[in-house]
């Protein structure tokens, strides 16, 4: 809100993933949500909070350089449980990628990805589909090209969300999309 003059709405994009793994049968007891990095904790908890309040990991990095990350530690346990990675955005997936490995290794049993953006720079789409993720979870805020599609990608549609934001605007009871409201996360 800090870049405009104008009031402006924060529109959250998560939301609309949750719905679809909610729509998933994924045991609540087996379920893990994971933050990548220290950063993302407070967005992972509230998704957490809203998937049966599943309990909570987070990846331990150290970064490197610009666009590198070096995994060091993992804070939780994923060993036997389904474990799904949540970020706001997707660039290079060196974060995610080296963050799977690790569940991987700590054994969680399959590793979900779920993002709102998913900007895709080279080398992600390689690092994505290398087997790391059972599914690759993103919306359509950012268009990905039909070449950079891969057997574990799911694309979910903003549209409905975006329809419903524009006619709280236009009637004037903008701030949110009511069963979003209370999410508190982007």
Same mark, same amino acid.
């Given at each position: ?28 007891? +087996? ?21 049966? +309040? ?6 331990d990095k150290r ?124």
């Open positions: 809100m800090g870049y405009f003059d104008i009031p402006v709405d924060h529109v959250y994009g998560q939301p609309v993933i949750l719905d679809y793994l909610a729509s998933k049968t994924i045991c609540s007891d +087996d379920l893990v949500v994971v933050s990548p990095d220290v950063g993302g904790v407070a967005r992972a908890r509230a998704f957490a909070k809203k998937l049966s +309040d599943a309990p909570l990991a987070i990846v970064r490197h350089g610009h666009n590198v990350a070096e995994v060091m530690n993992l804070i939780g346990d994923v060993k036997g449980k389904v474990a799904v990675m949540v970020d706001d955005m997707i660039d290079t997936a060196g974060t995610i990628a080296k963050g799977a490995a690790l569940l991987h290794q700590e054994g969680a049993r399959e590793v979900y990805a779920c993002t709102t953006h998913a900007v895709f720079s080279p080398p992600a789409i390689e690092r994505l589909s290398s087997g790391l993720f059972q599914e690759v979870i993103i919306t359509n805020t950012i268009p990905v090209s039909e070449k950079n599609y891969f057997p574990q990608l799911t694309i979910l549609s903003v549209a409905n969300l975006l329809g419903e934001t524009i006619w709280r605007v236009h009637d004037d009871c903008s701030g949110g999309y009511e069963p979003y409201l209370s999410l508190g996360i982007d």
